[in-house]
């Protein structure tokens, strides 16, 4: 594909002999018993050979539509079959899905379509009173297809379609596109392959214990890395257990259907963890079945992961990754003192880290530094980037994370915080960049920046400084006012800043540059 940037040949030829790259591809994940239940999504009940003879159904319809190996497929659905559906279909022709998330609005997923040069754009109706296919109809791409009721679009349900052969993907194809949390304005596309991705997840679903008996709860949208494949719900269709969807984390949700199918594992972010920990006080469900809760997405506090086992009865692993590849997980066996106040180490034995200083010289033993990685299942660069790489990667391949950690002696890892400036609200990553260039089209904004702000649930929320023109002071926007402007504007609802501050002026570094943390150490 172009604009991927590969392997070395060497490692190329490493990774393969040592076993980490196999010749399986995605769409090779189905492995569970014929009969057995494999997915379970509203009123949906799929067994594997129906969960296989719908994705292969499917492929051949996006075949008649067009769709052809090498094609990229912005896909944005809920937590549904069809979203599974979909993205079986599609990287089983060899089409590569980019997956949005659903709240994602018309700034991301415009970008999305242009840079990815996408064929076709797969989405529900409507959410929350937002319809997604009057945004398809400005968007630059030549097929729309809406699981549900589609209009003048195509119809997930039509792509229905007696199965044909295709060429089977070449597992060096690009199987993915993922989103990076943004850090620098809109997110970056991180091109996964199949053998580093279907590594990614079976290595992942092999450290947690997964097996046929798993009945695995996707309370994070779908398209998140950790929910699809760190082990997520690839992880669990190649251990042949059963994936449960629920439409949202909320207890209200979730908790019956613990109870009702009986659920034994979940992935989920912090708040979602700290909202079940005080629901679980007064629900009457039952959730005597869960056996793991792995938290991830933003580090969960010490005296919080320590409460997991009392109040939720089940064990709790802390997993720190990134969708760019390398992931950390506390074993199942270490013990409660590695698992509340460490956020693991790495998935596989082929994984490269430093720890280095601004200088980029390793730092002593227990010291804190920003992390760099390679390895079988990081990538090598974003997709069609070549000036970000050019910065993101050290001239040998390590990637720079921007995370700050230190390493204890046993390999795992605390996390220290950031150097990049992003906010991790809740597990969703919030460019700090891209909301204030938003702001700064504003009329009555004559400059923006956008800090961090510490929070027990959400890790962090999002705080607008914001100087106003002359003309706006005497009767300056409100936050609710913002909002409905960011809205409008298309920009993703999770991005919305959490609070506003007014100042005259701010403050600056020596060489002229805002001082956000000065701005932070306003507010605390």
């Known amino acids: 594909m172009d604009g991927f940037t590969p392997w070395p040949a060497e490692l190329e030829e490493r990774y393969k002999a040592e076993g980490y790259w196999t010749d399986r591809v995605l769409g090779d994940v189905l492995r569970g018993d014929p009969g057995r239940t494999a997915l379970i999504a509203g009123d949906d009940r799929l067994t594997y050979v129906d969960l296989d003879r719908r994705a292969e159904r499917t492929a051949a319809g996006f075949l008649r539509l067009g769709v052809r190996r090498g094609d990229r497929v912005v896909v944005q659905l809920p937590n549904t079959a069809g979203f599974v ?10 089409a590569a899905p980019v997956l949005a998330l659903p709240a994602h609005r018309e700034s991301e997923i415009r970008y999305l379509c242009e840079l990815a040069e996408a064929s076709a754009y797969v989405c529900g109706e409507t959410d929350a009173g937002f319809d997604y296919r009057a945004m398809a109809r400005t968007l630059p791409v030549e097929h729309v297809v809406v699981d549900g009721d589609a209009q003048e679009f195509t119809a997930l349900a039509d792509l229905d379609a007696e199965p044909v052969e295709y060429p089977r993907p070449d597992p060096a194809d690009v199987g993915v596109l993922l989103l990076s949390g943004g850090t620098t304005g809109l997110p970056k596309l991180i091109p996964r392959t199949h053998r580093d991705y279907v590594y990614n997840l079976e290595a992942s679903a092999g450290l947690c214990g997964f097996t046929r008996d798993t009945v695995y709860l996707v309370v994070l949208p779908a398209a998140h890395n950790f929910a699809l494949a760190c082990p997520g719900l690839l992880g669990v269709f190649a251990a042949g257990g059963t994936v449960v969807l629920a439409p949202s984390g909320s207890p209200d949700d979730a908790f019956p259907l613990i109870e009702r199918e009986r659920v034994t594992a979940c992935a989920a972010v912090p708040p979602i963890a700290l909202l079940w920990l005080d629901a679980a006080t007064w629900s009457e469900d ?4 869960l056996e793991l809760l792995q938290v991830g997405g933003a580090k969960l506090a010490a005296e919080r992961a320590a409460e997991v086992p009392g109040v939720l009865g089940c064990r709790v692993q802390q997993v720190f990754g990134m969708a760019e590849g390398l992931l950390n997980f506390t074993r199942l066996d270490d013990p409660p003192d590695l698992v509340e106040r460490t956020q693991g180490r790495p998935l596989s034995p082929a994984d490269e880290i430093r720890i280095v200083d601004a200088g980029g010289r390793t730092v002593a033993p227990g010291e804190v530094g920003e992390l760099l990685t390679r390895g079988p299942y990081t990538l090598r660069g974003y997709y069609r ?6 910065r993101a990667f050290t001239p040998d391949g390590y990637y720079r994370t921007g995370d700050l950690v230190r390493e204890l002696p046993s390999g795992h890892l605390v996390v220290e915080g950031r150097e990049k400036d992003q906010i991790n609200r809740g597990g969703d990553k919030v460019s700090a960049e891209e909301l204030e260039d938003h702001l700064l089209a504003h009329p009555a904004i004559h ?18 400084f914001l100087i106003l023109r002359d003309a706006a002071k005497a009767a300056p926007p409100s936050l609710r006012d913002i909002k409905d402007f960011l809205r409008d504007r298309g920009l993703a609802a999770y991005k919305w800043p959490d609070r506003l501050e007014t100042a005259d002026a701010f403050p600056r570094t ?15």
Not at 286 to 289: A, E, N, P, W
Not at 385 to 390: D, E, G, K, T
Not at 510 to 524: C, E
């Open 85 to 94: 559906v979909a993205f079986l279909a599609l990287v089983r022709i060899g």
């Open 286 to 289: 039952d959730l005597s079945s």
């Open 385 to 390: 980037a070549p000036a970000h790489n050019a």
């Open 447 to 464: 400059d923006a920046a956008v800090v961090g702000v510490p929070d027990p649930m959400m890790g962090e929320r999002t705080c607008a």
């Open 510 to 524: 020596p060489v002229g540059k805002v001082s956000k943390k000065a701005l932070a150490a306003r507010l605390q």
